[in-house]
């Protein structure tokens, strides 16, 4: 009688412990950070309604220099810490990209863990998709930032100025 006894509350203790470890792992997935996906258009309507939008590129130095979306940052994985949120400020939303976005993606995951909300990614991936939008670059010689920025901002006021077609 004894052995039955310590069998039974031996197997409801190992059925409380897998209880217990489903319940954990499925309450981590709820913790695992959310990245949204806004199209270009969703991106230039707030631009011109006076949103501020951020820009996070998530490329390596030397891709950032190259070209990049007028106003971007350069963050990459490996840099972001505790003090990203001072870099990026108070935004109405922040895009991380990369070329086709799988660097920014992870870049956007890592920014929701150290506080900062309201990231997504491209919903055209990246800069290639961004640039094949027929959006504005900046690239170092042939303008100046400033130039680059008061061209989004044409763009955003007048989105079909600049978008090769209406991919929103």
């Not at 199209?39 to 190259?66: C, H, N, Q």
């Not at 972001?80 to 939303?93: H, K, T, V």
């Not at 920014?104 to 290639?128: C, D, P, Q, R």
Request: proline content about 4%; aromatic content about 6%.
């Amino acid at each position: 009688m004894i052995f039955r006894t310590l069998g039974i509350v031996t197997v409801a203790l190992i059925a409380t412990q897998l209880i217990i470890a489903l319940y954990s792992s499925s309450s981590n997935t709820n913790k695992t950070p959310l990245v949204g996906i806004a199209s270009t258009e969703e991106v230039l309507r707030l631009i011109r309604e006076g949103k501020r939008v951020v820009f996070v590129d998530a490329r390596e130095k030397e891709e950032f220099e190259e070209e990049r979306i007028p106003g971007a940052i350069n963050l990459t994985l490996r840099e972001i810490d505790d003090m990203a949120p001072q870099l990026i400020g108070q935004a109405d939303l922040v895009i991380a990209y990369c070329l086709k976005d799988f660097r920014g993606y992870e870049v956007a995951k890592a920014l929701t863990e150290v506080g900062i909300s309201n990231l997504a990614t491209l919903k055209h991936s990246g800069l290639n998709g961004w640039k094949s939008d027929g959006l504005p670059l900046y690239k170092p010689g042939n303008n100046t930032e400033a130039n680059a920025l008061a061209h989004l901002k044409q763009c955003a006021d007048s989105p079909s100025m600049c978008r090769k077609d209406d991919k929103s």
